[in-house]
């Protein structure tokens, strides 16, 4: 069972970059595509779903980012060492979120659309993104 965690969140300035990394062990990671969503601040017993921020297939050939980050982001993995990563550029207050990491349910396959929450598991816990105005 693939197991993920996040690192490299923490509080920056508007306009600047972080780098997330989102490491994996167990099971077979090199075989799945990798997504990163993220999800703001919400009050107590609120719900609030995941917003997709970008994917990658399994051999990092291909990526797909949503909108919201088109052209700030950079999606790459490493599958020699396990890990992906999520470079966020020209960030933004509205930015501000836990970013989680998630492995695709299904192995071999693509993303090439905006893929629902559901469709992605083993979810690490998170690292959050504070972006100061």
């Known amino acids: 069972q693939v197991q993920l965690v996040e690192s490299g969140g923490g509080l920056v300035q508007a306009g600047d970059s972080l780098s997330l990394s989102c490491a994996a062990s167990?099971?077979?990671?090199?075989?799945?595509?990798v997504g990163w969503f993220r999800q703001v601040p919400r009050k107590e017993r609120e719900f609030v779903e995941r917003?997709?921020?970008?994917?990658?297939?399994?051999?990092?050939?291909?990526?797909y980012y949503a909108d919201s980050v088109k052209g700030r982001c950079t999606i790459a993995r490493d599958n020699a060492n396990n890990t992906v990563y999520l470079q966020l550029n020209s960030l933004k207050p509205e930015d501000t979120a836990v970013y989680y990491c998630?492995?695709?349910?299904?192995?071999?396959?693509?993303?090439?659309?905006?893929?629902?929450?559901?469709?992605?598991?083993?979810w690490g816990q998170g690292t959050q993104v504070t972006v100061s105005s």
């Open positions: 998630g492995k695709y349910r299904f192995a071999l396959r693509m993303i090439t659309n905006t893929p629902p929450e559901a469709d992605f598991e083993s």
């Open positions: 167990g099971g077979t990671f090199g075989r799945y595509a």
């Open positions: 917003e997709f921020v970008a994917s990658i297939t399994w051999t990092g050939n291909y990526a």
